[in-house]
């Protein structure tokens, strides 16, 4: 491999560890607009917590409880449980939810890189047991069993240790879609979060010592080049 090539995919990998994803629409269900059951609209603030939403819209994207009203906001907070100050949306599959469907208002498509689910248990407000039947399907697509995942943010909040959030990385299949839906035929505490649309997921912010890591090979290719050029 040449030395030109490999000083440019240093530089390459260094500006990917620095850059973010400029212009990603996430779907984390704070700033957007909940139309509850009774026709009344709220601002979701990372603070209050709506039962009875009947659907909610963010960024263009329109997610619809089908079948029973359903929840958003900081859900983790209630009962002492926190504060996190951070919404989500939740559902109680139990109360007669049959889907949540989300696409865009203007009925393009949209592509759908990864989300986090905060709750995917078969007991309420506890630890999944690895039964939980939960799904997210594109539309025309194959349906996806999604991970089990323990009641909540905090991977330690039932004092052994937990799963915490689960992350899913979603592939080509939801590329290109009208729309997706998420279902479960037992989950009865179900809650997610960070819906990445229409753009890659950002890659995680790089610790110092890569990015020195990084630095350090460029110096060193760049050393390595005069080296050969005094011979």
Known sequence: M??????GLAAGALAFAMAGSAGAVVIDFTGGTVTLT?????????????YGVDYYVEDGILIDF???????????????FGPYNNDVIHAHWDDGITMIMFSKIDGSSLDLNYVDITSNTVVGGGQQDGSEVSYITPVGGTALL????????????????????ERLWLGSDFD???SFSVTSQNAYCFGMDNF??????????PEPGTILLLGTGLVGLAGYGRRRRAA
């Open 196 to 205: 990445y649309i229409d753009e890659e997921a950002p890659p995680p912010v």
């Open 38 to 50: 009774d026709g009344t609209t709220h601002v979701t603030n990372n603070v209050d917590l709506w």
């Open 146 to 165: 999604l991970p089990s995942s323990d009641w909540g943010f905090d991977p330690d909040f039932f004092g052994t240790a937990g799963d915490g959030v």
């Open 176 to 178: 290109g879609i009208a």
């Open 66 to 80: 089908v079948g029973a009203p359903g929840i958003i906001g900081d859900y983790y907070s209630i009962n002492g």
């Open 2 to 7: 040449s030395r030109r090539l490999l000083i």
